[in-house]
């Protein structure tokens, strides 16, 4: 079956342009989660969604970061007025339950360059 | 706040060695453990899980036990494959909440022949 799909899978942005990373979760999953991994780090957990819900945004890193979930299944994470330091793979992941430890299902990921 | 701690790597090994990948962490309570491997030009995939205290994860001949006396989760393979080769990452789950990871920073192994 289809895992989950995340485009585009490179991104190259200039500094200042605004972009918008899409994740397709596997069907039916009611979690989704948003994660930024920085080269030669571990994930950094951004935003989680519980179906069309924004429940967790502690993690994005400025009001310039913005993730929506509207029909509960595509999300779409945009950066607006992108930075050097806004470079990094920017991974989703969904889970078929509400809480609890269900591992969650990661996408490959999108590239993100700001020059 | 939670924190996960693994070695450095890259890890070099020569085929059937024997892998050990250090990992401790920093929670309140009593987290839920992780191991994820990402392997080359792949998304990240859960490796193994122990969810309480004494629990042994298991899975395609990596091991792993939940030992909160030391707050350790040390990752053990008794022999090696070429095919290991990947980044190992170290995560843990605060309990009764949603699967919002904390990682560790990973580990590069790379296994010779």
New interface residues.
Partial sequence: GAGVSQSPRYKVAKRGQDVALRCDPISGHVSLFWYQQALGQGPEFLTYFQNEAQLDKSGLPSDRFFAERPEGSVSTLKIQRTQQEDSAVYLCASSPRRVGNSPLHFGNGTRLTVT | GNS?TQMEGPVTLSEEAFLTINCTYTATGYP?L?WYVQYP??????LL?A?KADDKGSNKGFEATYRKETTSFHLEKGSVQVSDSAVY?C?L?PT???????????TRLQVTL
Avoid: D, N, P
Avoid at chain 2, 96 to 106: P, V
């Fill in positions: 996960v839920s992780f030009g792949e998304g990240l995939q859960l899980k969810t990452f995560a789950t009764g909440t949603a699967s919002k990871l904390t990682f560790g920073t990973g």
